[in-house]
């Protein structure tokens, strides 16, 4: 089983984890909602959190894949019997994580096509957002009757766009602040630019 890691099959893996970022965006809105928001505190959030969510996770992984190894389904409740009274009780609780998390990766998509097309701000009145959001909920809705296999949807998801998302755009626009800032950039800043960089090339090549 251990061995199994270092198959190229294992970054498989790797590009789903990469999902656990792709709502990362909304951390300057939750920045600004926190209350007391100090440096300090918000790390402190953000760690706690990750935290306990990547503790979940790995549990999780690994008591999937010690009961059904590689016959791991990319929806692991798909491998327990629609008669397992607890397998029901976490796919309810599955939908209704959804049903109000949703809406937080959502309202960034629905934000992120209004920039691209740059949609005036007297345009965004609430009837043309309505009508915008019924929209990509229908095509996301067609597309979900499509695809099937959650494990191919968020591999080539995280393969891609997780790689921009993670490890391409923050490492540009890191750079691009400390060139802005010059001279008046900090030893350390510059580093640390340099040090993003080299990662972003290695989520790239993982991805």
Known sequence: GA???????????????????????????????????????????????????????????????????????????????TQDPLASICRFAIAVALLFTYPLPFIGVRDGILDILKVPAERQTSTNINVLTVLILTLISVLATVFHDLGLVNAVGGGSL?????????ALMYRGYVEKLGKNSTHKERKEATFAVLLMWVGVFMG
Request: hydrophobic fraction near 45%; include cysteine.
């Open 3 to 81: 061995s199994g890691a270092t198959s190229p099959k294992a970054l498989l893996l790797v590009c789903m984890t990469y999902q656990a970022y792709f709502a990362h965006y909304n951390a300057p809105r939750y920045y600004m909602e926190l209350k007391k928001n100090t440096i300090q505190r918000f790390g402190s959030v953000v760690g706690s959190s990750f935290g306990l969510s990547a503790i979940f996770y790995i549990i999780i992984t690994a008591l999937g894949f010690l009961t059904f190894g590689s016959n791991c389904d990319g929806f692991i409740l798909n491998n327990y019997s």
């Open 162 to 170: 997780g790689t921009l998302v993670v490890f391409v755009f923050p």
